[in-house]
């Protein structure tokens, strides 16, 4: 199993960027999918965006298209989610995560380790 760590998190102006990194660790990362998910108060985990193993496929949630950019460094174990024109509704705790399909998935179901999360506030 991998492990993983989140960076990047903390609180910026609507409209603003902010780049998220996950540091993997343990099995070899590059045999795995990568995902981001995030979950803000009193709500279910969402799914933002996915990358497959050599980073050649992609997904996102609508509500993320144009806007956040997924990416993944597999010689350095490491994954990013770059945020631009960031919005109040993108408040939340994003969770990096990895999945056996070295395809990009959408379901957290389909996501076998999950980092710690890191806090992103967006203020208005």
């Known amino acids: 199993q991998v492990q993983l760590v989140e960076s990047g998190g903390g609180l910026v102006q609507a409209g603003g960027s902010l780049r998220l990194s996950c540091a993997a660790s343990?099995?070899?990362?590059?045999?795995?999918?990568m995902g981001w998910f995030r979950q803000a108060p009193g709500k279910e985990r969402e799914f933002v965006a996915a990358?497959?193993?050599?980073?050649?496929?992609?997904k996102y949630a609508d509500s993320v298209k144009g806007r956040f950019t997924i990416s993944r460094d597999n010689a350095k174990n490491a994954g990013y989610l770059q945020m631009n024109s960031l919005l109040p509704e993108d408040t939340a705790v994003y969770y990096c995560?990895?999945?056996?399909?070295?395809?990009?998935?959408?379901?957290?179901?389909?996501?076998?380790?999950w980092g710690q999360g890191t806090q992103v506030t967006v203020s208005s």
């Open positions: 995560a990895a999945s056996y399909y070295m395809s990009a998935r959408v379901s957290s179901g389909d996501f076998n380790s």
């Open positions: 990358i497959s193993w050599n980073g050649g496929g992609t």
């Open positions: 343990g099995r070899t990362f590059n045999s795995y999918g």
